[in-house]
């Protein structure tokens, strides 16, 4: 099996220490840091933004993995990218229609940086089949965007194999929700190759381990 790909999700770090939070996740083993931007109205909860990202661009040389969970994406993804995002991930849901899909993974691409796109819960993956081609990731929600303490969303993870059986081998299918070292198995048995956990990671005592937890094959006792 390749790697997978872990993205701690700053949402559940120490935010009075985060230069040092995401630098102590890389040394923990952490390829990608994941970033959940958040505008009130896609969402009902308000995070961070533009800002925040260009602080962690200079603090860290971890892949940025900006996931937007914002109407109108297309308006600020310049930005984004300007700031330091590697990866800009919009929601299908916030375009009108599969070809406003299309144009956002456009411009994303035009912006230089790559493009992934995400769905929630009720949304068919079938919906995205036609952008499989054109993205470099899709994220996959196993639980509602914008609430926390949710549990992992089991029907939601039969996406994945639905989603790798139309997609371009090197397409990365990215988990998000609820990831801990019992369903980052269910996920990666599935076929995702990359998983954001964030409480998970941030509320263990030692990072190293909850990063080398979440990989398959891994034995309490290493």
């Not at 990666?188 to 005592?205: D, E, P, R």
Request: aromatic share 6%.
């Amino acid at each position: 099996m390749k790697e997978i790909i872990i993205s701690p999700s700053i949402l559940s770090a120490d935010f009075a220490i985060l230069g040092k939070e995401v630098n102590t996740v890389s040394e923990a083993g952490a390829k990608w840091v994941h970033i959940d931007v958040m505008d009130g109205h896609f969402v009902p909860n308000i995070t961070i933004g533009i800002p925040v990202v260009k602080s962690l661009r200079k603090a860290t040389d971890l892949i940025l993995d900006t996931h937007l969970m914002i109407e109108n994406p297309e308006k600020y993804i310049n930005a984004f990218v300007k700031a330091g995002s590697d990866i800009i991930t919009f929601h299908y849901e916030a375009c009108k229609n599969i070809s406003h899909a299309a144009e956002v993974i456009s411009l994303i691409k035009n912006s230089g940086a790559k493009a992934g796109i995400s769905i929630k819960p009720a949304t068919k993956p079938e919906e995205i089949f036609p952008v499989l081609d054109k993205v470099d990731l899709v994220l996959i929600m196993t639980v509602e965007p914008g609430f926390g303490g949710q549990e992992f969303m089991h029907d939601c993870a039969m996406k994945i194999p639905q989603i790798k059986s139309h997609a371009p081998e090197n397409l990365i299918i990215q988990v998000d929700g609820g990831i801990n070292s019992i369903t980052s198995r269910i996920c990666t048995s599935l076929g995702a190759n990359s998983l954001v956990a964030g409480s998970y990671i941030f509320s263990h005592n030692d990072y190293k381990k909850a990063v080398a937890s979440l990989m398959p094959g891994y034995t309490a006792n290493e």
